[in-house]
């Protein structure tokens, strides 16, 4: 393919560097699990939380028994409208658990413990590797802190379902 010589807009660029780095289906995980409360509504959010996707499964805390047995009934109509909402099959099951609901006001806390997640010295070397060919030093830094977040979330989800 013969290469356009006119200049990329930022944009281009961060899509392709977020896709070479394999961020950028993070960020549409990011944006599905956000706007739970809007395909479930008030009420259903208030008992329940959506914590991972993968593989096209949604895992998905509810605060009792009861809520999972109630949503359970409302599965296939919360994929569909997820699927719907999102243009394109992305949701092709959902696993409920039950579990602590923390209000949306808590994130921050959440954040707090995600830096008490130690990363290995592996850890930071691939990042560092992955990131050497960003010459922007700023953009480096950047990217470099959603890499370490990137894992320490990885980490801190394989500890909580383990």
Not at 24 to 44: A, P, Y
Not at 50 to 68: H, Q
Not at 126 to 154: A, E, F, G, Q, Y
Request: aromatic share 6%.
């Amino acid at each position: 393919m013969a290469r356009d010589n006119s200049p990329s807009s930022v944009k281009e660029i961060l899509d392709r560097l977020l896709s070479q780095l394999g961020i950028d289906s993070k960020i549409n995980q990011m944006k599905i699990l956000n706007c739970w409360g809007d395909v479930v509504g008030e009420k259903i959010k208030k008992h329940s939380q959506p914590f991972a996707i993968r593989k096209g499964n949604l895992f998905v805390k509810v605060d009792s028994s009861a809520w999972l047995a109630q949503l359970s009934y409302f599965k296939e109509k919360i994929i569909s409208d997820f699927n719907t909402r999102q243009g394109k099959e992305i949701i092709k099951d959902i696993y409920f658990r039950i579990g602590k609901i923390y209000p949306s006001s808590s994130k921050n806390k959440e954040r707090r413990g995600l830096r008490r997640v130690k990363l290995t010295e592996e850890d930071i070397k691939w990042i560092d590797k992955t990131l050497k060919s960003v010459k922007d030093k700023h953009l480096r830094k950047i990217l470099r802190r959603i890499l370490i977040k990137d894992k320490r979330l990885k980490k801190s989800i394989s500890d909580t379902t383990s």
